[in-house]
Each structure stands twice: as structure tokens, then as C-alpha cells.
């Protein structure tokens, strides 16, 4: 599948491409760690909302932590996130804004690490949304390979949408 081998890509092309899709190019925390950004002090709960307005977000998006929590680190684990990648960069981060996870691991895991008094936050966007600005970045490389053949990004959007 096209996805996988997209996936492969170094640096990772859905990050980077949901970095695009944020504006946060520009933030990265550490050179070659397109995972982990800076965003200047904000709560969790405006982290949140920034995320939906700016994703387009209709209905998929959960936040794990207290919305007061304060955020500068912030690391964006699109896609499918494995409990592994939860257990090694929430540590590092004061938020970590995933795509899906496994709820009966990386929730209870942040559920456990905010209980333990740890200042956190696991923003879940769901894996289309997530996964958007990846794919869009993927159109554009397709088009460097086959330039006789018309390419474009469709965006997907949420599929979800919320009850009032």
C-alpha cells in the first residue's frame, strides 16, 4: 500500500505534513526531530480548539488532561500511534497530539500520568485528519515522478461530526 511506503519516508512525512497543515514549519524543537515543536505558552484547551478550527475538525477530536494544563512542547504522532510511541515521547513533551491510539493503552497511560499530578496533555484527531497533510505532501512528490500524468491532493476532511 501506497500509505505504508509513504510512511517510510524520513523524516516522516505525516508529521511534517501535519506541520504544514498547522503552520508550525517553523517551530521544530530540535533539528532533524520533525515530531517534537515549540508553540509558545498556550492551555491545553487552546491547544484544542487551535487544532479543530485550523484541521477542520468537525467531531473526532478528545483531549486527555487538564484543560488548563500549560503547553510549549508539543509532539505529533499522526496516524495510528502504537502504546510505544506514547510510553517514550509524552515523557519528553507536554503534549502529545496523536492521530488514534488503542484506548486501552495510550489513553489509560495518559489517563495514569495525569493522575500522578504530571502536568499533560494527549490531544486524539483522529487518523484521517491527522494523516491529511501527509497525503497532501504525497500528491505533490507524486508529481515529480510522473509529470505526464495529471496529480492532486482530494482532501478527505473529518468524517465525523459531533452532536449539538
Request: aromatic share 6%; charged share 20%.
Amino acid at each position: 500500500r501506497l500509505n505504508q511506503h509513504w510512511r517510510l519516508r524520513r523524516p516522516d512525512p505525516f508529521a511534517t505534513g501535519l506541520a504544514s497543515a498547522l503552520g508550525w514549519n517553523k517551530r521544530v524543537d530540535a533539528p532533524g526531530d520533525v515530531l517534537q515543536y515549540s508553540i509558545g505558552a498556550a492551555s491545553l484547551s487552546a491547544l484544542a480548539a487551535e487544532l479543530k478550527k485550523t484541521l477542520g475538525a468537525r467531531g473526532g477530536i478528545r483531549v486527555i488532561g487538564d484543560p488548563q494544563t500549560r503547553v510549549q512542547t508539543v509532539a505529533l504522532l499522526p496516524g495510528s500511534t502504537p502504546l510505544a510511541a506514547a510510553l517514550d515521547t509524552l515523557p519528553t513533551v507536554d503534549a502529545v497530539v496523536a492521530g488514534e491510539v488503542r484506548e486501552w493503552e495510550s489513553v489509560e497511560y495518559a489517563r495514569d500520568v495525569v493522575a500522578s499530578g504530571q502536568r499533560k496533555g494527549l490531544v486524539l484527531i483522529g487518523r484521517i485528519v491527522s494523516e491529511e497533510g501527509g497525503m497532501s505532501e504525497c500528491a505533490r512528490w507524486l508529481t515529480t515522478l510522473v509529470s505526464e500524468v495529471p496529480v492532486r491532493h482530494i482532501p478527505a476532511g473529518d468524517p465525523y461530526w459531533s452532536p449539538s
